[in-house]
């Protein structure tokens, strides 16, 4: 592979984003299909269908803006355009809203959603930090948010400083998508400490070698299983779930969860008519 495929699109078309596809639909299936609410948002990667296992009525995908489409037409930053429209007819059995937006400034009100799901939208972020930010503003009090993301510290991310270093002496050596910089899972961590979310889950996957090859790619399939046992850190790629926390902020219990309350204890009254005298 070389630095032509540049764009993560082209990419995950390849043997190895189709493994890595395949990697992450299992991971976003299993962690969305508990999380209940009114309203889920995707930001990013619509290759993934990360909410097709979700249940909340309103599920939104938001395309990334970019600087200029595949045909060269500007693209205004701050127009959010819909794409797609629930009430379609070609809609299908579980119709989701398309737009195209900023991650960094997200058209929905403060505390307005239950579930934002970030494919590798920071990599695609021009800020990701401002983007995280603008995460935990939409989301509601135990809110969560759902992130996958490119593990520096792997084979994959070996494989890509060496492709860098060659392509300073004139090669071409490119391994991964150049999309931006690959936040590290402790990173990310460190930033949702800052942001005041809670990590409920992480977990590592994809730990087959740096190849292009679909047949090589088999030929190491064993190593997920080795991997995730022995160095299960060092996976290719990383998926988090974490919670929004607000001090103060006590749920309502639904009213079928309320407590039966004791019945009162019976009263003693006394006696107003006079007791009769025993006749001896």
Request: charged share 20%.
């Amino acid at each position: 592979m070389n630095s032509k495929i540049i764009s993560l699109t082209d990419w995950l078309a390849t043997p190895p984003g189709a493994y890595l596809l395949a990697w992450e639909q299992a991971q976003f299936d299993q962690a969305v299909g508990d999380i209940f609410g009114f309203h889920a948002l995707q930001l990013c990667l619509p290759e993934l269908d990360t909410l097709r296992c979700n249940r909340m009525p309103h599920r939104w995908l938001a395309g990334q803006v970019e600087s200029t489409t595949s045909s060269g037409a500007a693209v205004n930053i701050n127009s959010v355009t819909v794409l797609t429209s629930a009430a379609s007819p070609v809609a299908a059995c579980r119709p989701r809203a398309a737009l195209v937006t900023d991650s960094g400034a997200l058209p929905f009100a403060e505390n307005s959603l239950d579930l934002v799901v970030m494919p590798h939208t920071l990599e695609l972020s021009r800020d990701p930090h401002a983007s995280l930010r603008e995460v935990e503003r939409v989301l509601v009090p135990e809110g969560r948010v759902v992130i996958s993301g490119f593990n520096p510290t792997s084979l994959w991310g070996m494989r890509q400083r060496r492709a860098h270093f060659y392509q300073r002496l004139g090669y071409e050596d490119s391994f991964l998508p150049e999309t931006g910089e690959f936040i590290g899972y402790w990173r990310l961590r460190d930033w949702f400490r800052l942001l005041s979310f809670e990590v409920e889950s992480g977990r590592f996957g994809c730990y087959r070698p740096a190849l292009t090859s679909q047949q090589w790619l088999e030929r190491f399939d064993w190593m997920d299983s080795t991997g995730a046992r022995w160095w299960p850190i060092f996976g290719a790629v990383y998926f988090l779930v974490a919670v929004k926390r607000v001090r103060g902020v006590r749920l309502l219990e639904p009213a079928w969860k309320s407590r039966k309350q004791a019945a009162p204890a019976p009263a003693v009254i006394a006696n107003k008519a006079p007791s009769a005298r025993k006749q001896t």
